[in-house]
């Protein structure tokens, strides 16, 4: 591919958020708040492609099981996650997880492989 003035352009790549939960100090009460409140704002950011959440079951080979909660967030490239989050929606997202995310919480940016 081709872009104008001869230069290659690299294709478009989709990318998720990986955002990994520690465990809550109460699970009643994180799990309410993200049913409730915060994935409903998750579903409102622009650009947002789907979302895929769920429980971590358990650690194989027997380790620690660091993390409570995963979840994904897939946008079509990095502009889009990057105009997605820049959005009031985004923002807002982003201010909840804040509040909610117990320490050591982690996310992370994934290209995704073809």
């Given at each position: 591919m081709t872009a104008a003035g001869g230069r290659r352009s690299v294709p478009a790549m989709?990318?998720?958020l990986l955002v990994l939960y520690t465990p809550p100090e109460d699970a009643d009460a994180f799990y309410a708040h993200c049913a409730g409140t915060h994935m409903p704002l998750v579903a409102k950011i622009p650009g947002l492609l789907r979302t895929e959440t769920g429980l971590i079951g358990a650690a194989i080979g027997g380790g620690e099981k660091s993390f409570y909660r995963i979840t994904e967030l897939f946008f079509e490239d990095q502009g889009a996650l990057q105009a997605g989050f820049g959005s009031d929606?985004?923002?807002?997202?982003?201010?909840?997880?804040q509040k909610i995310a117990p320490p050591g919480s982690r996310m992370f940016v994934v290209p995704v492989d073809d």
């Open positions: 989709t990318v998720k929606e985004g923002k807002a997202t982003a201010a909840d997880y």
